[in-house]
C-alpha cells in the first residue's frame, strides 16, 4: 500500500506543476497566437488528468485497505 501512495505523490506534484504551468504562460504570454494558448490550456488539462488519477489512486488504495481489514 506505501508504494501506491508513492505513485499517487509523485502524480500529483507533476500535476499541480503542469497547472501552475499553464496559468502562467497563460497570463505571462501573448495568447493571440494560437499555439501558446493551445499549449496554455493543454497544460492545464494535462495537470488536472494528473490530478484526478491521483485521487482514484488514492481512493482505490483506501478500499483496498478497508477490504482487507475486514477479512
Known amino acids: ?27 505571462k504570454f501573448d495568447t493571440s ?3 501558446v494558448l493551445l499549449v496554455s490550456i493543454g497544460s492545464m488539462f494535462g495537470g488536472i488528468l494528473l ?7 488514492r481512493l482505490l488504495s483506501k478500499i483496498s485497505r478497508q477490504i482487507n481489514e475486514t477479512k
Open 1 to 27: 500500500m506505501k508504494n501506491l501512495n508513492a505513485v499517487a505523490l509523485y502524480t500529483y506534484i507533476p500535476g499541480i506543476v503542469a497547472v501552475i504551468t499553464g496559468m502562467y504562460v497563460l497570463i
Open 33 to 35: 497566437e494560437g499555439l
Open 51 to 57: 490530478v484526478g488519477i491521483a485521487e482514484i489512486i
